[in-house]
């Protein structure tokens, strides 16, 4: 059982990337789903999460207004949409899911491999 990201890549100041949190081996519904980003020499910084049954989300304030979670429990998969890129984005993205349909921050059970996102001109 794990998780897969993907959708990063190297996109201009202001532009979009949609990432994908996909399970495989287990089922996504009972499990909230955090993102988080390094950046090199940073430490890592939580960036959004979304509960179980995607009623809820709770962004950083310094993605608010530009970075949307949202999930589709059909598909095993949860999406983080962000908008309005800028350079200080850029970071190594990764998903993580914890256990019960809210967000704790307590144990995470299964964490994705990261993909990257670099936001220059």
């Known amino acids: 059982a794990h998780l897969v990201e993907s959708g990063g890549g190297l996109v201009q100041p202001g532009g979009s990337l949609r990432l994908s949190c996909a399970a495989s081996?287990?089922?996504?519904?009972?499990?909230?789903v955090a993102w988080f980003r390094q950046a090199p020499g940073k430490e890592r910084e939580g960036v959004s999460c979304i509960t179980g049954s995607g009623g809820r989300t709770y962004p950083a304030d310094s993605v608010k207004g530009r970075f949307t979670l949202s999930r589709d429990n059909a598909k095993n998969t949860v999406y983080l949409q962000m908008n309005n890129l800028k350079p200080e984005d850029t970071a190594v993205y990764y998903c993580?899911?914890?256990?019960?349909?809210?967000?704790?921050?307590?144990?995470?059970?299964?964490w994705g491999q990261g993909t990257q996102v670099t936001v220059s001109a």
């Open positions: 993580a899911a914890e256990s019960g349909n809210y967000c704790r921050g307590v144990k995470y059970d299964y």
């Open positions: 081996g287990f089922n996504l519904d009972y499990y909230a």
